[in-house]
């Protein structure tokens, strides 16, 4: 009989063991999901970037040249009504490059930070977080719109 209280706690401190190492892995797998998601999101934000100065490069070609034919034209009518294509154009141009090149981002992100600390109740979903069970009730109802009507879908 005192073989089975000394391997009963022998089980009990494997068992705390195993425990303990499965929450240290899970811990840990969480820490690299989470840190696989943010280098995800770094590399769709660099892309962003890039996108919007690739953009800014196109539409500063596409500015110089209607502005020098805009003044051109200007130059040989006289009419001020000539320059007023430059005034949206302008506007255009400077926010893209502002935004692949300036500081637009930083604004962005400093704004998304205040609306975050200040304004949290804009970011709730509507009708709140899904449940598990919401989640499966949409499953197993779209299981049986398959089941009646298998072309629809």
Request: net charge positive; proline share 4%.
């Amino acid at each position: 009989m005192g073989g089975f209280f000394s391997t009963h706690t022998a089980v009990e401190k494997t068992f705390r063991k195993n425990q303990e190492y499965i929450s240290e892995m899970n811990k840990l797998k969480m820490e690299r999901w989470i840190q696989m998601q943010y280098q995800i999101k770094q590399r769709e934000k660099a892309l962003e970037i890039a996108r919007n100065r690739e953009l800014f490069i196109w539409m500063f070609g596409f500015y110089v040249v209607a502005a020098s034919g805009i003044v051109s034209k200007f130059a040989r009518v006289k009419r001020p009504a000539v320059l007023t294509p430059l005034i949206p154009l302008s506007f255009i141009t400077l926010y893209v490059g502002d935004l692949g090149y300036g500081s637009k981002l930083q604004r962005i992100h400093a704004e998304a930070e205040m609306i975050m600390e200040h304004e949290h109740e804009l970011l709730n979903f509507p009708m709140g977080l899904p449940t598990v069970a919401s989640i499966d009730a949409a499953r197993v109802e779209l299981d049986e719109e398959r089941r009646l009507h298998p072309n629809h879908i």
